[in-house]
């Protein structure tokens, strides 16, 4: 089972833009302290976590370690229902 966990705020890099957006495969990996590529939800399988973090932030640490994240959806409201 994975644990969802929150991930507050944080400072987006990249202004909106209207148009279409290109998304990501899911599966795609981002490395913790690196500035997160798709707004979604991101995995940990080593610590069974997921978080919801937006275009633009720094990906986060998990438990003051770096962290290998993949991309598993694009709708922070599915962690919103998982969370409740």
């Known amino acids: 089972?994975?644990?969802?966990?929150?991930?507050?705020?944080?400072?987006?890099?990249?202004?909106?833009?209207?148009?279409?957006?290109?998304?990501?495969?899911?599966?795609?990996?981002?490395?913790?302290?690196?500035?997160?590529?798709q707004t979604g939800v991101w995995k940990s399988e080593s610590y069974q976590v997921v978080v919801g973090v937006n275009?633009?932030?720094?990906?986060?640490?998990y438990q003051s370690k770096d962290v290998d994240w993949e991309l598993t959806e694009y709708s922070l409201s599915d962690l919103d229902k998982a969370q409740n």
Do not use: D, H, W
């Open 55 to 61: 275009k633009g932030t720094v990906m986060p640490q």
């Open 1 to 37: 089972m994975v644990n969802p966990i929150g991930f507050g705020g944080g400072y987006a890099l990249e202004p909106y833009s209207r148009g279409s957006v290109q998304s990501l495969p899911a599966g795609t990996t981002a490395s913790s302290g690196a500035l997160c590529p």
